[in-house]
T-cell receptor
Framework: DAGVIQSPRHEVTEMGQEVTLRCKPI?????LFWYRQTMMRGLELLIY????????DSGMPEDRFSAKMPNASFSTLKIQPSEPRDSAVYFC???????????FGQGTRLTVV | EDQVTQSPEALRLQEGESSSLNCSYT??????LFWYRQDPGKGPEFLFT???AGEEKEKERLKATLTKKESFLHITAPKPEDSATYLC??????????FGQGTRLTINP
């Protein structure tokens, strides 16, 4: 298996623009997580899905952030409009089921100027 | 409130100098504690899962242990390639996987 695949790897955008990050989880995994990592706050859980259904989105910082999982093999995290403080590395992770380890993608480094 | 605290924030060792990293947690209904390694520019890489107090896991120079309040990652005779940030995470109640801030480990040759 190719592992969790995220795209793009790097994104530079101007403040106010819409940004869409993409994730393909490992085949057969039922849970998917979106995290944001910064030097100040470390790895923050934004939202997670179980069987394509959002279970907890309490970590989503504002209404500008939204996430979808239309099917078991694809998820998106959208920021609209983007702001400089959204600059961070965004990770997607997936796992087979409850209580098991999660596997991470390589991340998307987002820079909002 | 559930918390995961790692210490120290940074640790610098000489090659061959053994030490331990700490992960303290206050979580109701722990359903797993996980250790990850993260190299610069990469995603966290899974190392170990521990589920119950007294459990131990080993991999090469690393050994993870778990008590009811904390976990230790012991590093024996480390090499420069062990330099990385080590993260612990806990799996709590509603299956949220929550991470500590990490320990940045540097092994000097």
């Amino acid at each position: 298996d190719a592992g969790v695949i995220q795209s793009p790897r790097h994104e530079v955008t101007e403040m106010g623009q819409e940004v869409t990050l993409r994730c393909k989880p490992i085949s057969g995994h039922n849970s998917l997580f979106w995290y944001r990592q910064t030097m100040m706050r470390g790895l923050e859980l934004l939202i997670y899905f179980n069987n394509n259904v959002p279970i907890d989105d309490s970590g989503m910082p504002e209404d500008r952030f939204s996430a979808k999982m239309p099917n078991a093999s694809f998820s998106t995290l959208k920021i609209q409009p983007s702001e400089p403080r959204d600059s961070a590395v965004y990770f997607c992770a997936s796992r087979t089921s409850m209580n098991t380890e999660a596997f991470f993608g390589q991340g998307t480094r987002l820079t909002v100027v | 409130e559930d918390q995961v605290t790692q210490s120290p924030e940074a640790l610098r060792l000489q090659e061959g100098e053994s030490s331990s990293l700490n992960c303290s947690y206050t979580v109701s209904g722990l359903r797993g504690l996980f250790w990850y390694r993260q190299d610069p520019g990469k995603g966290p890489e899974f190392l170990f899962t521990l589920y119950s107090a007294g459990e131990e896991k080993e991999k090469e120079r690393l050994k993870a242990t778990l008590t009811k309040k904390e976990s230790f990652l012991h590093i024996t005779a480390p090499k420069p390639e062990d330099s990385a940030t080590y993260l612990c995470a806990v799996n709590r109640g509603a299956q949220k996987l929550v991470f500590g801030q990490g320990t940045r480990l540097t092994i000097n040759p």
